[in-house]
């Protein structure tokens, strides 16, 4: 599913962001105040614009309603990060993410209605850009093993069939730990006869390659 992303910060993080995004297949429109950022990002996303984000004018000038997402990434202009995530609530922006430095400044975007804020030294851009383009990851968690938790809705084309059939651990190295049903029921360590249902979440673990291959990531 192609999404239109906006992304306001052209910097290290903010550029791995931009970059994935694209080449997985989405609209990405980056916005910065530096002529050279903008420039080198040109040509590797679908259009680099220069303007003030921290400037009514110049996010008006966007047309915020047409981004299904637009990304923060001036995490290290702790103002200028608050300051565009007011001016894009205001613009009335669909779903907003923002990095923070601190604790402190996490805080302070959530407060403002932040949808969701990222720390640049736990959450590597490249792994942002593949969970917002994932549209059903629920949530993901980076364990201390080099595993990764995730939280997936299930996809259509796995409703109705057992584990065993699916074959996670077989053929991907990946062991679904619980599944959740709509109606709140967990059902922990299930076994290979359990089947997916419509609309269940599967809270799986796996190396982050093995998630990859299968879309979860």
Do not use: C
């Amino acid at each position: 599913m192609t999404k239109k992303y906006l992304v306001i910060g052209a910097g290290r993080f903010g550029s791995s962001v931009a970059k994935t995004l694209f080449e997985l297949g989405h609209e990405v429109v980056v916005v910065d105040k530096d002529v050279a950022r903008v420039q080198q990002m040109s040509e590797l996303v679908t259009k680099a614009v220069q303007a003030d984000a921290t400037s009514e004018g110049g996010l008006n000038s966007l047309g915020m309603g047409e981004f299904d997402v637009a990304i923060v990434a001036i995490g290290g202009d702790i103002q200028a990060s608050i300051m565009a995530s007011i001016l894009l609530i205001e613009a009335g922006a669909r779903y907003i993410v923002a990095n923070a430095q601190t604790e402190m400044h996490g805080k302070t975007l959530a407060k403002i209605g932040v949808n969701r804020i990222v720390f640049p030294q736990r959450d590597m851009g490249q792994k942002l850009a593949h969970s917002l383009s994932a549209f059903n990851i629920v949530d993901l968690v980076e364990l201390s093993s080099g595993s990764n938790v995730v939280e997936v809705i299930a996809p259509a084309e796995m409703v109705g069939r057992t584990l065993e059939e699916l074959k996670f651990r077989a053929l991907y190295g990946i062991n679904v730990i619980a599944l959740r049903g709509k109606d709140g029921t967990t059902n922990i360590s299930p076994g290979a006869e359990d089947k997916i249902g419509e609309g269940d979440l599967i809270i799986a673990v796996g190396e982050y390659k093995a998630l990859r291959k299968l879309g979860w990531v």
